[in-house]
């Protein structure tokens, strides 16, 4: 009986709740939020070389799925379409520059333009007209037309981290050039390719026949060969004392003419100028392959006692010390290429590895001023091997923690710009 | 002569090498320009140089034939490739191509000097299977290593190798060849392979710096 009674008043409340229901305003998900363009902004693109515009306006609500915004820009009366984008898309977490240079978390709509891209007779300091469009079905918003010129910096912040590392190395390169000045004495390890130099020349004294030296296929302006110059005139000191042959095929003709007043120079520190001759150093071919043929040949018919590979090596590494192994001779080789090292490695007897082919020179010098450049090699070293073990606990740390300021802070310092 | 062999070239080296150095840090289109014109001087250096190194192939081949060494019958082909490539470059005016014909010029590069450049490249892969040979010989724990690693990339590599292991071990399901032989490509020769380069990238740094300043000398000799 209660039953009955009551079921006319739930109809009764459910239809006024309904009644209530209908008379609610829309949600504000239905209504098209205007964006709001009172924040655009024209600058120039900064730490560039005075090509690009920077345009930004606030990202918001409005940036809903399949709205899309448009990007103008004017040299003189008509616009010209730069870019169009989803609503969602192109914010400034988006812009590949380090924390110290660029805010990442701002919420803002960041659109770097490339201005030669757009305008044929683009110039440098002529300002243009940019504006942007906010399309999302019928609802339409633009901004306010913005000038900006964009002009070069003097200064790209995004290296400073780059910048900074190379003003610690030259501090800590000059400190130790300076303690060595005063101090001297230094301690530097037995590097046994290097050591083997004086085992090569004499064995060649002996044997009566020639030292071959390469310099590789660098040219002079590769730091691998100046380094494998600095050896040469080691090299070439010790076959004018012993009076051995020595021969310096080259593939780089400015590299001859270097090599040539290296050995000449070589020759007249250990009083031997009488025994040096002109064609110790020779030209053979700027082509890679008939370069190593030559070289090859030469190897096979006068079959050397010694052969030196040391400077900038590619396919023809193998070619040339394979040869070189064929006939007997003992070789020593280093190259700054990490994929040539393997084959030098199975076919040289000596292989300089990494930082040793920079290392030689001073460490056959025994010039205290050059040695004492080594300590820097070996500071560089232990900074790196620090960054590695520090870099990789904070990047764990900040994963583990879900420190993203850390990880992002890390990632920058650690990144070239 | 101290100033001009030693302090002007060093004084060059100098101020060019900062100047270079800066132009990385300075984004401005003079320094883009200072870089264009050093490529483009060095460029120029490179086509007197090479004048240079012609003679200098000239004479020590002549001296060789004049002398009647060992071998000078091989000096001759120097000459002979070298009027068999310049004349007809002459005649053809430097055109490989007259239409859809070769000329003398465009014949001699592809089938002679294209051809014997491809030998001289395939010889590479007879040296490779000698220089690994040599490598496999075991006669040290480094050679040991050496060779399991390559025996484990070959097997994961070349297709038969791969059915070889499926037939040993495919019963297990434990453990993919192919997976293993990519985890020593990605892990240890990577690995390694950072090592080296970040050694040689410091070595790099340091013999910079040791030019521009002027404590390296001996690549402009001693006076």
Redesign the interface.
């Known amino acids: 009986m209660l039953n009955i009674r009551i079921i006319p008043v739930v109809f009764a409340v459910l239809f006024a709740a309904s009644a209530v229901s209908a008379a609610t305003p829309a949600s504000p998900k239905n209504v098209p939020v205007k964006p709001d363009l009172s924040g655009f902004e024209a600058k120039d693109m900064p730490?560039?070389?005075?090509e690009a515009v920077l345009l930004s306006w606030p990202a918001g609500p409005a940036d809903v799925p399949g709205a899309v915004w448009q990007v103008y820009a004017a040299s003189g009366k008509d616009w010209v379409k730069a870019d169009e984008f989803p609503a969602d898309k192109k914010l400034a977490a988006d812009i590949e520059l380090p924390f110290w240079a660029w805010d990442r978390h701002a919420k803002l709509h960041v659109v770097q333009l490339d201005m030669p891209g757009l305008f044929n007779d683009f110039k440098?300091g002529t300002e243009y007209r940019f504006k942007v469009k906010y399309v999302n079905g019928k609802e339409t918003a633009e901004s306010p037309e913005l000038p900006a010129a964009p002009k070069?910096?003097?200064?790209?912040l995004a290296?400073l981290n780059?910048?900074l590392l190379?003003i610690v190395?030259?501090i800590v390169?000059f400190w130790t050039?300076s303690h060595a000045k005063r101090k001297g004495g230094l301690f530097i390890r037995r590097i046994a390719g290097l050591d083997a130099i004086d085992e090569a020349v004499g064995r060649a004294t002996e044997m009566g026949r020639p030292i071959f030296y390469s310099t590789g296929i660098g040219?002079?302006?590769a730091?691998p060969t100046?380094?494998s110059?600095?050896i040469l005139?080691e090299v070439a000191k010790k076959v004018a004392a012993h009076d051995t042959q020595l021969k310096v095929p080259?593939f780089?003709?400015?590299v001859?003419?270097?090599s040539k007043?290296?050995v000449?120079?070589a020759y007249a520190?250990s009083n031997r100028s009488d025994s040096y001759r002109d064609?110790i150093?020779?030209?053979?071919?700027?082509?890679q392959?008939?370069f190593?043929?030559s070289v090859d040949?030469m190897i096979h018919?006068?079959k050397p006692a010694a052969c030196f590979f040391i400077g900038h090596f590619m396919?023809e590494s193998?070619?040339l010390a394979?040869v070189g192994?064929t006939t007997g001779a003992i070789q020593i080789a280093g190259t700054?290429q990490?994929s040539q090292?393997p084959?030098f490695?199975?076919?040289c007897d000596y292989t300089l590895?990494?930082?040793e082919?920079?290392?030689a020179?001073a460490y056959l010098?025994k010039e205290p001023?050059?040695q004492s450049?080594l300590k820097?090699?070996d500071f560089?070293?232990a900074f790196?091997m620090l960054s590695i073990v520090a870099g990789s606990a904070l990047l764990l740390a900040g994963t583990w923690f879900k420190m993203d300021t850390l990880v992002t802070v890390v990632k920058h310092l650690f990144k070239a710009y | 002569m101290t100033l001009i062999k030693k302090h002007i070239p060093l004084a060059i080296c100098f101020i060019v090498g900062l100047l270079t150095?800066s132009s990385?840090?300075?984004?401005?289109?003079s320094s883009?320009k200072y870089v264009e014109t050093m490529n483009k001087w060095?460029n120029i250096?490179?086509g007197f140089?090479?004048?240079?190194?012609?003679f200098?192939?000239f004479?020590?081949h002549t001296?060789k034939i004049t002398r009647r060494v060992?071998?000078w019958g091989?000096s001759l082909f120097v000459f002979v490739g070298f009027l068999a490539m310049v004349v007809p470059a002459i005649v053809s005016n430097g055109k490989q191509m007259i239409g859809a014909d070769l000329t003398g010029l465009g014949w001699g590069y592809r089938f002679l000097f294209n051809a014997?450049?491809g030998t001289?490249?395939s010889?590479?892969a007879f040296?490779?299977v000698?220089?690994?040979y040599?490598?496999f010989r075991i006669k040290s724990a480094q050679a040991g290593v050496l060779f399991a690693a390559a025996l484990v990339l070959m097997l994961a590599k070349v297709p038969l190798g791969q059915m070889i292991w499926e037939g040993l071990f495919g019963w297990t399901g434990a453990w993919d060849i192919a997976q293993i032989g990519q985890w020593l490509m990605d892990v240890p020769a990577v690995a390694g392979?950072r090592?080296?380069?970040?050694?040689?990238a410091?070595?790099?740094?340091?013999?910079?710096?040791?030019?521009i300043?002027g404590?390296?000398r001996?690549?402009?000799?001693?006076d």
């Open positions: 730490y560039d070389k005075g440098i070069p910096n003097l200064f790209n290296r780059n910048l190379l190395t030259t390169f050039v040219s002079m302006s730091v100046i380094a110059t600095s005139s080259h780089d003709p400015i001859m003419t270097v007043e290296i000449k120079q520190e064609d150093n020779f030209f053979v071919s700027q082509d392959f008939s190593a043929a040949g018919r006068e396919a193998l070619l394979e192994a700054e990490e090292l084959f490695f199975t076919s590895i990494g930082e082919l920079y290392a020179g010098s001023m050059l450049t820097v090699q560089g070293k790196v | 150095l990385y840090y300075v984004p401005t289109q883009e060095e250096v490179a140089a090479f004048l240079l190194g012609l200098s192939l004479f020590s001296r060992d071998g091989y014997l450049s001289m490249f010889v590479l040296y490779i000698s220089t690994a040599r490598a392979k090592g080296i380069m970040m050694g040689l410091i070595g790099g740094i340091v013999t910079a710096l040791k030019i300043f404590i390296e001996q690549y402009m000799g001693k």
